[in-house]
């Protein structure tokens, strides 16, 4: 079992940048495909990207590919999200979350068993 915590959301101006961090309180995150996700006010909870356990495969949503990367460190067992360029669209509440096994579909909420609290990110046009 894992237990996640973000941080590194705030607010920030159209075109500026932001770094989420997603750490384990308990747990070992290597042992987890990892995704962020983030819900707009009135919408539903949507797949941002997602991570392997060594980090060799990445997954973007298309709104979001060349301007966010993730990215993680086992060793310190935290993920990141680097988003840069942002926009007003990408204002909203982002979850990192934990998902077991191999091969499954990582764009489905539903895969991941273990979830942030979440962070705020506003972004001001």
């Known amino acids: 079992q894992v237990q996640l915590v973000e941080s590194g959301g705030g607010l920030v101006q159209a075109g500026g940048s932001l770094r989420l961090s997603c750490a384990a309180s308990r747990g070992t995150l290597s042992s987890y495909t990892m995704g962020w996700f983030r819900q707009a006010p009135g919408e539903e909870r949507a797949f941002v990207a997602s991570i392997t356990r060594n980090g060799g495969t990445t997954d973007y949503v298309d709104s979001v590919k060349g301007r966010f990367t993730i990215s993680r460190d086992n060793a310190k067992n935290t993920v990141y999200l680097q988003m840069n360029s942002l926009n007003s669209e990408d204002t909203a509440v982002y979850y990192c979350?934990?998902?077991?096994?191999?091969?499954?579909?990582?764009?489905?909420?539903?895969?991941?068993?273990?979830w942030g609290q979440g962070t705020h990110v506003t972004v001001s046009s």
């Open positions: 979350a934990a998902a077991s096994g191999y091969f499954r579909e990582y764009r489905d909420y539903s895969t991941y068993s273990y």
